[in-house]
Protein backbone atom coordinates (compact mmCIF):
# COMPACT_ATOMS: atom_id res chain seq x y z
CA UNK A 1 0.00 0.00 0.00
CA UNK A 2 2.92 2.22 0.55
CA UNK A 3 4.81 1.42 -2.48
CA UNK A 4 1.18 2.53 -3.93
CA UNK A 5 0.44 5.75 -2.48
CA UNK A 6 4.57 6.54 -3.02
CA UNK A 7 3.57 6.03 -6.96
CA UNK A 8 0.37 7.89 -7.11
CA UNK A 9 1.75 10.93 -5.09
CA UNK A 10 4.36 11.05 -7.99
CA UNK A 11 7.51 9.40 -7.20
CA UNK A 12 9.55 8.26 -10.01
CA UNK A 13 12.62 6.99 -7.81
CA UNK A 14 13.35 5.02 -4.37
CA UNK A 15 16.33 5.36 -2.96
CA UNK A 16 16.92 3.23 1.22
CA UNK A 17 18.80 1.57 3.16
CA UNK A 18 18.77 -1.91 4.14
CA UNK A 19 15.14 -3.02 3.50
CA UNK A 20 13.93 -5.76 5.93
CA UNK A 21 13.00 -8.20 3.18
CA UNK A 22 14.68 -7.54 -0.34
CA UNK A 23 11.38 -9.01 -2.10
CA UNK A 24 10.07 -5.19 -1.00
CA UNK A 25 12.10 -3.81 -4.12
CA UNK A 26 9.25 -5.92 -6.69
CA UNK A 27 6.26 -3.56 -5.19
CA UNK A 28 7.41 -0.64 -6.13
CA UNK A 29 6.32 0.69 -10.09
CA UNK A 30 10.12 2.77 -10.40
CA UNK A 31 13.35 1.76 -9.92
CA UNK A 32 14.82 1.51 -6.36
CA UNK A 33 17.90 1.82 -5.09
CA UNK A 34 18.20 -0.71 -1.77
CA UNK A 35 21.56 0.23 -0.58
CA UNK A 36 23.90 -0.95 2.60
CA UNK A 37 25.56 0.03 5.59
CA UNK A 38 27.48 -2.78 5.50
CA UNK A 39 30.69 -1.30 4.03
CA UNK A 40 30.35 1.76 6.30
CA UNK A 41 29.78 -0.66 9.53
CA UNK A 42 32.90 -2.86 8.44
CA UNK A 43 34.91 0.31 7.99
CA UNK A 44 34.22 0.87 11.24
CA UNK A 45 34.90 -1.88 12.63
CA UNK A 46 38.59 -2.12 11.04
CA UNK A 47 39.14 1.20 12.52
CA UNK A 48 37.77 0.85 16.09
CA UNK A 49 37.55 -2.58 17.65
CA UNK A 50 40.80 -3.88 18.46
CA UNK A 51 41.68 -7.18 17.38
CA UNK A 52 38.97 -7.51 15.44
CA UNK A 53 40.60 -10.24 13.26
CA UNK A 54 39.63 -12.45 16.09
CA UNK A 55 35.89 -11.61 16.28
CA UNK A 56 33.05 -13.72 15.62
CA UNK A 57 29.93 -13.02 14.18
CA UNK A 58 26.70 -14.01 15.57
CA UNK A 59 23.11 -13.87 14.82
CA UNK A 60 20.39 -13.32 17.67
CA UNK A 61 17.77 -15.53 15.44
CA UNK A 62 17.77 -18.37 12.85
CA UNK A 63 16.42 -15.88 10.56
CA UNK A 64 19.19 -13.38 10.26
CA UNK A 65 22.04 -15.95 9.57
CA UNK A 66 22.09 -14.11 5.81
CA UNK A 67 22.89 -11.46 7.08
CA UNK A 68 25.34 -12.16 9.80
CA UNK A 69 27.11 -14.58 7.44
CA UNK A 70 27.31 -11.39 4.69
CA UNK A 71 29.68 -9.22 7.19
CA UNK A 72 31.51 -12.69 8.34
CA UNK A 73 32.86 -13.16 4.72
CA UNK A 74 33.52 -9.44 4.53
CA UNK A 75 35.71 -9.62 7.58
CA UNK A 76 37.37 -12.79 6.93
CA UNK A 77 35.47 -14.23 10.49
CA UNK A 78 33.79 -16.73 11.52
CA UNK A 79 30.43 -16.68 12.32
CA UNK A 80 27.81 -18.07 14.83
CA UNK A 81 23.95 -18.00 15.62
CA UNK A 82 22.12 -17.87 18.57
CA UNK A 83 18.61 -19.92 18.96
CA UNK A 84 15.71 -20.46 21.39
CA UNK A 85 13.03 -23.15 22.22
CA UNK A 86 9.78 -22.01 23.10
CA UNK A 87 8.82 -25.27 25.12
CA UNK A 88 8.32 -25.31 28.84
CA UNK A 89 10.21 -27.00 31.48
CA UNK A 90 8.30 -30.30 31.17
CA UNK A 91 8.49 -30.87 27.82
CA UNK A 92 12.32 -29.94 28.19
CA UNK A 93 12.51 -32.33 31.08
CA UNK A 94 11.07 -35.39 29.19
CA UNK A 95 13.08 -34.90 26.40
CA UNK A 96 16.37 -34.94 28.10
CA UNK A 97 14.95 -37.92 30.28
CA UNK A 98 13.97 -39.99 26.53
CA UNK A 99 17.35 -38.72 24.96
CA UNK A 100 19.21 -39.90 27.58
CA UNK A 101 17.46 -43.36 26.84
CA UNK A 102 18.32 -43.63 23.56
CA UNK A 103 22.06 -42.69 23.72
CA UNK A 104 22.89 -45.96 25.83
CA UNK A 105 20.16 -47.84 23.96
CA UNK A 106 22.37 -49.62 21.30
CA UNK A 107 26.04 -50.65 23.05
CA UNK A 108 28.96 -50.64 21.22
CA UNK A 109 30.25 -53.81 21.87
CA UNK A 110 27.01 -55.54 20.82
CA UNK A 111 26.64 -54.00 17.73
CA UNK A 112 30.03 -54.87 16.61
CA UNK A 113 29.45 -58.48 18.02
CA UNK A 114 26.18 -58.51 15.68
CA UNK A 115 28.71 -57.63 12.83
CA UNK A 116 31.41 -59.92 13.74
CA UNK A 117 28.22 -62.54 13.50
CA UNK A 118 28.12 -61.41 10.06
CA UNK A 119 31.30 -62.03 8.45
CA UNK A 120 31.41 -65.47 9.21
CA UNK A 121 31.12 -67.53 6.11
CA UNK A 122 29.51 -70.75 6.56
CA UNK A 123 31.16 -73.42 5.11
CA UNK A 124 35.11 -72.45 6.36
CA UNK A 125 33.60 -73.01 9.91
CA UNK A 126 36.62 -75.53 10.53
CA UNK A 127 38.86 -72.84 9.59
CA UNK A 128 38.66 -69.89 12.13
CA UNK A 129 35.19 -68.56 11.27
CA UNK A 130 35.40 -66.12 14.09
CA UNK A 131 38.44 -64.14 12.21
CA UNK A 132 37.54 -64.54 8.42
CA UNK A 133 35.58 -61.49 7.36
CA UNK A 134 33.70 -61.36 3.73
CA UNK A 135 35.52 -60.40 0.89
CA UNK A 136 33.80 -58.22 -1.59
CA UNK A 137 33.43 -59.52 -4.92
CA UNK A 138 36.94 -57.74 -6.37
CA UNK A 139 38.76 -59.49 -4.18
CA UNK A 140 36.93 -62.44 -4.88
CA UNK A 141 37.33 -61.86 -8.65
CA UNK A 142 41.05 -61.83 -7.92
CA UNK A 143 41.24 -64.68 -5.73
CA UNK A 144 39.28 -66.74 -8.02
CA UNK A 145 41.87 -65.85 -11.07
CA UNK A 146 44.78 -66.37 -8.76
CA UNK A 147 43.57 -70.08 -7.87
CA UNK A 148 42.74 -70.89 -11.62
CA UNK A 149 46.85 -69.37 -12.69
CA UNK A 150 48.02 -71.83 -9.17
CA UNK A 151 46.33 -74.44 -10.51
CA UNK A 152 47.27 -74.45 -13.98
CA UNK A 153 50.91 -74.97 -13.32
CA UNK A 154 51.06 -76.68 -10.11
CA UNK A 155 49.08 -79.76 -9.39
CA UNK A 156 45.83 -79.71 -6.96
CA UNK A 157 46.57 -80.34 -3.65
CA UNK A 158 43.52 -80.84 -0.99
CA UNK A 159 43.24 -79.35 2.29
CA UNK A 160 44.03 -75.66 1.36
CA UNK A 161 41.51 -72.77 2.06
CA UNK A 162 40.91 -70.27 -0.31
CA UNK A 163 42.60 -67.49 1.91
CA UNK A 164 45.95 -69.60 1.84
CA UNK A 165 46.32 -69.90 -2.00
CA UNK A 166 45.76 -66.31 -2.24
CA UNK A 167 48.53 -65.56 0.36
CA UNK A 168 50.85 -67.78 -1.32
CA UNK A 169 50.02 -66.08 -4.66
CA UNK A 170 53.28 -63.89 -6.40
CA UNK A 171 50.57 -61.20 -7.83
CA UNK A 172 49.19 -60.33 -4.85
CA UNK A 173 52.45 -58.06 -2.98
CA UNK A 174 52.69 -59.11 0.70
CA UNK A 175 54.01 -55.49 1.54
CA UNK A 176 50.64 -53.91 1.21
CA UNK A 177 48.12 -55.08 3.74
CA UNK A 178 44.75 -55.19 2.92
CA UNK A 179 42.17 -53.66 5.25
CA UNK A 180 40.18 -56.84 4.80
CA UNK A 181 43.46 -58.78 6.33
CA UNK A 182 44.52 -56.35 9.01
CA UNK A 183 41.18 -56.49 10.14
CA UNK A 184 41.16 -60.25 10.64
CA UNK A 185 44.75 -60.42 12.07
CA UNK A 186 43.99 -57.76 14.99
CA UNK A 187 40.63 -58.87 15.31
CA UNK A 188 38.15 -55.74 14.80
CA UNK A 189 34.97 -54.73 13.62
CA UNK A 190 35.14 -52.66 10.48
CA UNK A 191 33.07 -50.19 12.55
CA UNK A 192 36.37 -49.78 15.24
CA UNK A 193 38.69 -50.37 12.53
CA UNK A 194 38.25 -46.31 11.62
CA UNK A 195 39.28 -45.45 15.18
CA UNK A 196 41.32 -48.30 16.67
CA UNK A 197 42.74 -49.76 13.80
CA UNK A 198 45.89 -49.04 11.69
CA UNK A 199 45.92 -46.82 8.11
CA UNK A 200 44.37 -48.26 5.46
CA UNK A 201 46.25 -49.12 2.14
CA UNK A 202 45.19 -49.95 -1.20
CA UNK A 203 45.83 -49.38 -4.54
CA UNK A 204 42.36 -48.60 -5.23
CA UNK A 205 41.63 -45.02 -3.88
CA UNK A 206 38.54 -44.97 -1.40
CA UNK A 207 36.48 -42.00 -0.11
CA UNK A 208 37.04 -41.15 3.27
CA UNK A 209 34.75 -43.11 5.52
CA UNK A 210 31.33 -40.85 6.99
CA UNK A 211 31.68 -40.48 11.00
CA UNK A 212 28.03 -39.90 12.16
CA UNK A 213 29.59 -37.05 15.05
CA UNK A 214 27.65 -34.62 16.71
CA UNK A 215 28.20 -30.87 15.92
CA UNK A 216 30.69 -29.62 18.09
CA UNK A 217 30.73 -25.82 19.45
CA UNK A 218 27.13 -26.49 20.55
CA UNK A 219 26.29 -24.36 24.23
CA UNK A 220 22.85 -24.60 25.59
CA UNK A 221 21.78 -22.37 28.23
CA UNK A 222 18.31 -21.73 30.12
CA UNK A 223 16.19 -18.77 30.10
CA UNK A 224 13.47 -17.18 32.42
CA UNK A 225 12.02 -14.11 31.52
CA UNK A 226 14.86 -13.17 28.96
CA UNK A 227 18.21 -13.51 31.65
CA UNK A 228 20.15 -16.65 31.36
CA UNK A 229 19.74 -18.65 34.74
CA UNK A 230 22.21 -21.67 36.89
CA UNK A 231 21.63 -24.83 35.85
CA UNK A 232 20.00 -25.63 39.15
CA UNK A 233 17.99 -22.59 39.21
CA UNK A 234 14.05 -23.97 40.28
CA UNK A 235 12.02 -23.85 36.58
CA UNK A 236 8.76 -21.98 37.17
CA UNK A 237 6.87 -24.75 35.62
CA UNK A 238 7.76 -26.89 38.39
CA UNK A 239 7.08 -24.57 41.04
CA UNK A 240 3.53 -23.84 40.13
CA UNK A 241 1.12 -26.33 41.51
CA UNK A 242 -1.45 -25.36 38.94
CA UNK A 243 0.72 -26.09 35.70
CA UNK A 244 3.15 -28.57 36.89
CA UNK A 245 2.97 -31.83 35.15
CA UNK A 246 5.15 -33.58 37.69
CA UNK A 247 3.64 -32.41 41.14
CA UNK A 248 -0.06 -33.32 40.23
CA UNK A 249 0.54 -36.89 38.52
CA UNK A 250 3.32 -38.14 41.04
CA UNK A 251 2.57 -41.72 40.17
CA UNK A 252 2.40 -41.35 36.37
CA UNK A 253 4.70 -43.49 34.60
CA UNK A 254 7.52 -40.98 33.11
CA UNK A 255 6.90 -42.39 29.80
CA UNK A 256 3.28 -42.04 29.93
CA UNK A 257 3.95 -38.15 30.78
CA UNK A 258 6.49 -38.20 27.45
CA UNK A 259 4.13 -38.95 25.30
CA UNK A 260 1.61 -36.30 25.99
CA UNK A 261 4.68 -34.06 25.12
CA UNK A 262 5.75 -31.49 22.99
CA UNK A 263 8.79 -34.06 21.79
CA UNK A 264 6.33 -36.49 20.42
CA UNK A 265 3.50 -33.66 19.17
CA UNK A 266 4.18 -31.52 16.21
CA UNK A 267 2.88 -27.92 16.25
CA UNK A 268 -1.00 -28.08 15.31
CA UNK A 269 -0.52 -25.56 12.43
CA UNK A 270 2.06 -27.45 9.94
CA UNK A 271 -0.47 -29.49 9.85
CA UNK A 272 -2.68 -27.41 7.49
CA UNK A 273 0.66 -24.71 6.39
CA UNK A 274 3.78 -24.24 7.05
CA UNK A 275 4.62 -21.60 10.07
CA UNK A 276 7.27 -18.95 9.40
CA UNK A 277 11.14 -19.63 10.44
CA UNK A 278 11.78 -17.63 12.70
CA UNK A 279 9.68 -15.69 15.20
CA UNK A 280 8.74 -12.42 15.04
CA UNK A 281 10.46 -9.82 17.45
CA UNK A 282 6.71 -9.61 19.20
CA UNK A 283 6.59 -13.41 19.58
CA UNK A 284 9.90 -13.10 21.25
CA UNK A 285 9.14 -10.11 24.15
CA UNK A 286 5.76 -12.38 24.77
CA UNK A 287 8.09 -15.13 25.43
CA UNK A 288 10.70 -13.29 27.52
CA UNK A 289 7.82 -11.53 29.49
CA UNK A 290 6.25 -14.82 30.63
CA UNK A 291 7.35 -15.36 33.88
CA UNK A 292 5.77 -19.43 33.86
CA UNK A 293 7.70 -19.99 30.63
CA UNK A 294 11.31 -21.09 29.94
CA UNK A 295 13.44 -21.14 27.29
CA UNK A 296 16.37 -22.96 26.39
CA UNK A 297 18.54 -20.85 24.61
CA UNK A 298 21.45 -22.75 22.20
CA UNK A 299 24.73 -20.95 21.03
CA UNK A 300 26.14 -22.79 17.81
CA UNK A 301 30.23 -21.29 17.64
CA UNK A 302 33.25 -21.17 19.45
CA UNK A 303 32.96 -17.40 20.87
CA UNK A 304 35.10 -17.83 24.16
CA UNK A 305 37.54 -15.05 25.45
CA UNK A 306 36.83 -13.83 21.65
CA UNK A 307 34.88 -10.48 20.64
CA UNK A 308 31.41 -11.12 19.20
CA UNK A 309 29.40 -8.69 17.05
CA UNK A 310 25.62 -9.41 17.35
CA UNK A 311 24.25 -8.15 13.71
CA UNK A 312 20.51 -7.67 12.46
CA UNK A 313 18.77 -5.23 10.80
CA UNK A 314 16.90 -3.15 13.84
CA UNK A 315 17.01 -2.99 17.06
CA UNK A 316 13.25 -2.36 18.11
CA UNK A 317 12.91 -4.27 21.44
CA UNK A 318 15.88 -5.32 24.15
CA UNK A 319 14.60 -8.92 24.88
CA UNK A 320 16.36 -10.94 22.60
CA UNK A 321 19.89 -8.54 22.29
CA UNK A 322 19.77 -8.98 25.81
CA UNK A 323 19.30 -12.83 26.02
CA UNK A 324 21.88 -13.24 23.62
CA UNK A 325 24.47 -11.18 25.25
CA UNK A 326 24.24 -12.89 27.82
CA UNK A 327 24.27 -16.17 26.57
CA UNK A 328 27.83 -15.70 24.80
CA UNK A 329 29.23 -14.06 27.63
CA UNK A 330 27.95 -16.30 30.23
CA UNK A 331 27.60 -19.60 28.69
CA UNK A 332 30.31 -18.93 25.31
CA UNK A 333 32.70 -16.76 27.55
CA UNK A 334 33.13 -13.93 25.10
CA UNK A 335 35.24 -11.20 26.34
CA UNK A 336 33.03 -8.37 24.99
CA UNK A 337 29.82 -7.71 22.62
CA UNK A 338 29.12 -4.99 20.17
CA UNK A 339 25.18 -4.99 19.40
CA UNK A 340 25.05 -4.04 15.26
CA UNK A 341 22.01 -3.18 13.96
CA UNK A 342 21.39 -0.65 11.10
CA UNK A 343 18.17 0.63 11.70
CA UNK A 344 17.90 2.03 15.97
CA UNK A 345 14.03 2.42 16.70
CA UNK A 346 14.59 1.67 20.57
CA UNK A 347 10.90 1.77 21.17
CA UNK A 348 9.74 1.69 25.21
CA UNK A 349 12.34 1.89 27.12
CA UNK A 350 14.81 -0.57 24.43
CA UNK A 351 17.85 2.01 24.51
CA UNK A 352 18.04 2.54 28.59
CA UNK A 353 17.61 -1.91 29.01
CA UNK A 354 20.67 -2.54 26.71
CA UNK A 355 22.68 0.20 28.52
CA UNK A 356 22.02 -1.42 31.59
CA UNK A 357 23.31 -4.96 30.68
CA UNK A 358 26.56 -5.49 31.84
CA UNK A 359 27.08 -8.03 29.41
CA UNK A 360 26.77 -5.40 26.60
CA UNK A 361 30.00 -3.21 25.69
CA UNK A 362 28.92 -1.09 22.72
CA UNK A 363 25.71 -0.17 20.68
CA UNK A 364 26.75 0.55 17.32
CA UNK A 365 23.88 2.10 14.94
CA UNK A 366 23.21 4.72 11.97
CA UNK A 367 20.97 7.37 11.65
CA UNK A 368 18.50 5.76 9.35
CA UNK A 369 16.13 6.60 11.61
CA UNK A 370 16.23 9.81 13.87
CA UNK A 371 17.23 9.67 17.34
CA UNK A 372 16.97 12.42 20.00
CA UNK A 373 19.99 14.22 20.91
CA UNK A 374 18.84 13.48 24.63
CA UNK A 375 18.94 9.75 24.02
CA UNK A 376 22.61 9.71 22.21
CA UNK A 377 23.94 11.46 25.25
CA UNK A 378 22.31 10.05 28.03
CA UNK A 379 23.47 6.55 26.43
CA UNK A 380 27.55 6.21 26.64
CA UNK A 381 27.46 2.73 24.89
CA UNK A 382 25.34 4.41 22.14
CA UNK A 383 27.21 4.78 18.34
CA UNK A 384 25.77 6.42 15.65
CA UNK A 385 27.29 6.50 12.47
CA UNK A 386 26.13 9.01 9.64
CA UNK A 387 24.83 8.15 6.36
CA UNK A 388 24.56 11.35 4.83
CA UNK A 389 27.92 11.14 2.70
CA UNK A 390 26.44 7.62 1.99
CA UNK A 391 22.82 8.94 0.55
CA UNK A 392 24.05 12.10 -1.06
CA UNK A 393 26.56 10.33 -3.16
CA UNK A 394 23.92 7.76 -5.24
CA UNK A 395 21.40 10.85 -5.36
CA UNK A 396 24.26 12.65 -7.18
CA UNK A 397 24.92 9.79 -8.83
CA UNK A 398 21.84 8.97 -10.49
CA UNK A 399 21.59 12.84 -10.97
CA UNK A 400 24.69 12.21 -13.37
CA UNK A 401 23.78 8.51 -15.01
CA UNK A 402 26.79 7.06 -13.10
CA UNK A 403 26.53 3.52 -11.67
CA UNK A 404 26.12 3.05 -8.12
CA UNK A 405 27.93 -0.24 -7.43
CA UNK A 406 31.04 1.26 -5.84
CA UNK A 407 28.32 2.34 -3.17
CA UNK A 408 28.01 -1.59 -2.34
CA UNK A 409 32.00 -2.42 -2.01
CA UNK A 410 33.87 -2.52 0.49
CA UNK A 411 36.85 -0.22 0.83
CA UNK A 412 39.93 -1.22 2.75
CA UNK A 413 41.65 2.30 3.82
Not at 67 to 88: E, H, I, Q
Not at 145 to 168: D, F, Y
Not at 315 to 340: F, N, P, T
Not at 344 to 350: P, V
Request: aromatic residues 4%; proline residues 6%.
Amino acid sequence: MLANLLHVAGINHVITIDLHASQMQGFFKCPVDNLHAEPMIARWIRHNVPNWQEAVCVSKNAGGTKRVTSLADALKLNFGMVTTDKRRGTAGLTTSMIMSQLDGLVPEADLDSDVSKLQISPDDGASQPSQKPVLSSLQTREQQSESSQHNANTPARGGHSRQSSSQSSPRKPQGMPSPLRSAATTNLSPLNRAHNGPPRSSPIEEEPEFTDEKARDITHGRLVQGHIVPDDYPSPTQSAMSTSTILENLDEDPMTMSRASSFFQGDPQLLGGSADAAATSDEEEEGFNNPSLEQMITLVGDVKNRTVFIVDDMIDKAGSWIAAAECVVKRGGAKKVYCIATHGLFGGDALEDLQNCDCIDTILVTNSFPISPEKVRAAKKLVVLDLSNLLAEAIRRNHYGESISPLFSHTYD
